[in-house]
Every structure is written in structure tokens, then in C-alpha cells.
């Protein structure tokens, strides 16, 4: 499958440590990341992300990889992030 221009990995983590109450930095001490490296891939700035990172990040947040990013296609609707609307009604 090729990405074209017109589609995008979205990013979605400040959206789940906003639902945990937790800030980057104490994501980055509980994963023992880099502060820096997690910035980067909180923003869609990151080129890769190693699974064992992302395996660390979903354990500490208690979530899967489909939580923290999603593929969006052209002329897709944007989910509804609030609690208790649509995919997150069971985190």
C-alpha cells in the first residue's frame, strides 16, 4: 500500500496522556525515552519509532498502537477525541 499525498499517519498522543493526566516528560521517565525523541513523535515529526518504544508507550498508558496513531484518507471525517464519544467510550 502506498500513502499518497493526499493521506496521513495521524498522531494522536496528547490526546491519550491528556486522557491519562500525564505530561510528556513523565511519559518519557515511565518509557525511559529520550524527552526529546517523544516530542518528536508527538508532533508527526518522527521518521520511525521503534515497536519496542511504541510496545513501552502503549503499556504505560494502557492502550493499543490504534489509540496513539490512525491513517486518515483523503476526504475522511476527523474522530470525535472527546470522552465518551465514539472509539474511546471503553479506555
Not at 511504541?54 to 475522511?76: H, Q, S, W
Request: with cysteine; charged share 30%; net charge positive.
Amino acid at each position: 500500500m502506498q500513502i499518497e499525498d493526499d493521506e496521513d499517519i495521524v498522531i494522536t498522543l496528547d490526546v491519550m496522556l491528556a486522557k491519562r493526566k500525564m505530561t510528556l516528560s513523565e511519559l518519557a521517565a515511565r518509557v525511559d525515552a529520550p524527552l526529546n525523541r517523544l516530542s518528536l513523535f508527538k508532533n508527526g515529526n518522527a521518521a520511525v519509532i521503534k515497536i519496542k518504544l511504541l510496545m513501552r508507550i502503549c503499556k504505560v498508558l494502557k492502550c493499543t498502537p490504534n489509540d496513539i496513531f490512525y491513517f486518515r484518507e483523503k476526504g475522511a471525517a476527523e474522530p470525535d477525541f472527546r470522552i465518551g464519544k465514539g472509539w474511546d467510550q471503553n479506555l
